[in-house]
């Protein structure tokens, strides 16, 4: 071992995982995994821990410092393993990001614009949060749902009761509608020092509710806007002691930036910066959980772009005959809204890159392809 | 899995196989490597299997397709192995790369031009090789031998028989003096398709036997050069059926390279393209050996270096504050004259690059400290 390796533990044995270890081995750091087989995505970069009785126990003992793969990780067991070793991100960053509910209110306490919204537990409830916020509206389960699952869109008033039959019966969130032009996200890190890198942001284009492919950095956006986001990133860090990535989901209204989500961890819409940043996010979290300096985030050329391969493997070897394309397999087996692995590529030109986009329609949903 | 993923086999653990790994996974591969403890740079990166009697069977029955770190990889166990998979490189790339003396017979049969030599096995060949080659001669043994050990450097008649207790006793091979400006190296690939593809000529600079620093590519090369260089290893990757990389050391001379040796696998002055290339060498032997198109070996920036870690892991602290500043740790214990690691830099300019290596001058040995 070098004199700076650290043990990293994350809970999760999936494709986040797989992709910190593979950012991580360099920087000279072991991983460990806390999984549930050994066919997952992680399994052979690390020492794996499988979901037995004393799994949770010895990769504590593994590890000296803990990360996580997902915002739905449960609060008290972090609590319990920070008694032993640090967890980053720290509990406070969870609590707030797996609840919708207090994400909206800590939007509201540090004043970053979101959506009206209201908490409802019941169908009374629901009925007069619609009439508040009006409709055309969002509703959404508080907690877990991603990829678009565990919502309903309301546009009439009749829908009311279908909706609450449909994701109903728990706590939920209506959250009045947003007239976006663009869904925008940004990627921030924060260590133990203090240090904050922003990544520029991104947009994102989504199908059925999955992110198909991002743009990065996101065209024509001012430098105003860009100061505008990190500030909004800053104030959730600072006011989470967030150590790690944090990911924010914006859109783009003209009345500005619009925060949707937050994720404390390593997104989906940072994946691009492995080849297309100096330093990507996955090597960043790591640094920051490993107490390194952080690394430069700029971009490596002057655009990039990131889509996702969903559902089937696809034509890969046609990935692997294009200049400026990088291949990204996660080792999943084929399933339908799977997300199995992504493409990045990167640019010197817009018209050279959506060109490259254009080459790869195969792994776009079939609206995308008709457009191009 | 997904439907492309094979399982590569390593024979061997340590750096190589580390960084074939980290490049193979992302193309959806999995990796087991034969290894004499838990300990190894790829012990954490894959299925490992140590010393045991049963391991390499073990592994033959993991692998799809199997590869090595070594030159020095026994050609019977290849031989044995390769009844029940492919082994990459095949035989013969291991049979003329771990002789000297095979080695320079096939440079000779292909016209590649090479320092005049002898192979000698007793003090009186000896004494007659430095009549026929006349001196300075260099005097090594014909197999194993690397990062300059096992080499004898002859000045005058009088070191005969201090050359001969020193290393002799074995096989030998004299080698003339070759007068040189410069150390080149290049790395090629060929799959079994027969694609081939070329890295740019790159300049390195070593130290009591070791690569220090590489420049890539070599400053004023030109396309006649590099196209000559290309025309050997095409020459060399046919006359072999190689399969994977190959890579050829050169020196510069007034009358235009002179074949130094070879190696049938990733080599160290290839380590600038993880992130110097658009398609690293490690990623370009998987693609080979998995049956995959070859990537496009170009530079993705104008100038590139790469700079070994020798015995002490160092300042590293500073190198990740550093833009355009890449590590790569190997996870090895700190012991004089061992390669620990390196980092990777990537520039516009010449200019930039040296001031780079320069801040970097706690990297590099004394007399190259002083130099800058």
């Known amino acids: ?87 980053y991100p720290g509990e406070k960053s969870l609590y707030y990001s797996q609840h919708r509910g207090r994400e909206k209110g800590l939007f509201d306490e540090l004043s970053i614009p979101c959506a009206p919204y209201q908490v409802v537990d019941s169908l009374e409830n629901l009925t ?42 728990r706590e939920l969130i209506l959250e009045g509608f947003i007239d976006f032009s663009r869904e925008l996200s940004i990627v921030a890190v924060r260590n133990a020092d203090n240090e904050h890198v922003y990544y520029p942001l991104v947009q994102n284009v989504h199908h059925d ?16 806007v860009q100061t505008q986001a990190e500030a909004y990133m800053k104030a959730l860090l600072d006011k989470l002691d967030h150590v790690g990535v944090l990911t924010l989901e914006l859109f783009e209204t003209v009345d500005g930036l ?73 080792d999943k087996a084929e399933r339908a809204g799977r997300k199995l692995g992504h493409i990045n590529l990167v640019a010197d030109s817009e018209d050279a890159l959506y060109e490259q986009i254009k080459q790869l329609s195969a792994f776009l949903p079939a609206e995308d392809k008709s457009e191009s």
Chains 1, 2 share one sequence.
């Open 1 to 87: 071992m070098t004199p700076i390796t650290k043990k990293i533990g994350v809970l999760g044995a999936g494709q986040l995982g797989r992709m910190l270890a593979i950012a991580g081995y360099p920087l000279g750091q072991k991983f460990g995994f806390l999984g549930t087989s050994h066919d997952e995505p992680s399994a052979l970069l690390g020492q794996m821990y499988t979901d037995e009785v004393e799994s949770l126990k010895d990769l504590v003992k593994f590890s000296d410092v803990m990360t996580y793969e997902s915002e739905n990780t449960s609060v008290e067991m972090v609590r319990e393993i920070a008694r032993s070793i640090p967890v």
């Open 128 to 169: 007069q949060a619609v009439d508040e916020i009006g409709l055309p509206a969002v509703l959404k389960t508080t907690t877990e749902g991603y990829d678009g699952k565990g919502q309903f869109v309301l546009k009439e008033k009749s829908q009311i009761d279908q909706a609450w039959k449909a994701i109903g019966g």
């Open 209 to 224: 509710g999955i992110l198909r492919y991002t743009i990065a950095p996101a065209r024509q956006i001012s430098e105003t």
């Open 258 to 330: 619009v925060a949707n989500e937050m994720a404390p961890r390593v997104h989906n819409s940072g994946h691009w910066t492995i080849e297309g940043a100096l330093t990507s996010q996955f090597e960043n979290h790591v640094r920051a959980i490993t107490g390194l300096p952080l690394g430069d985030t700029s971009p490596r050329q002057p655009v990039a772009a990131m889509i996702n391969i969903i559902g089937e493997t696809g034509p890969v070897a046609e990935v692997l005959k294009m200049p400026n394309a990088f291949l990204h397999l996660y």
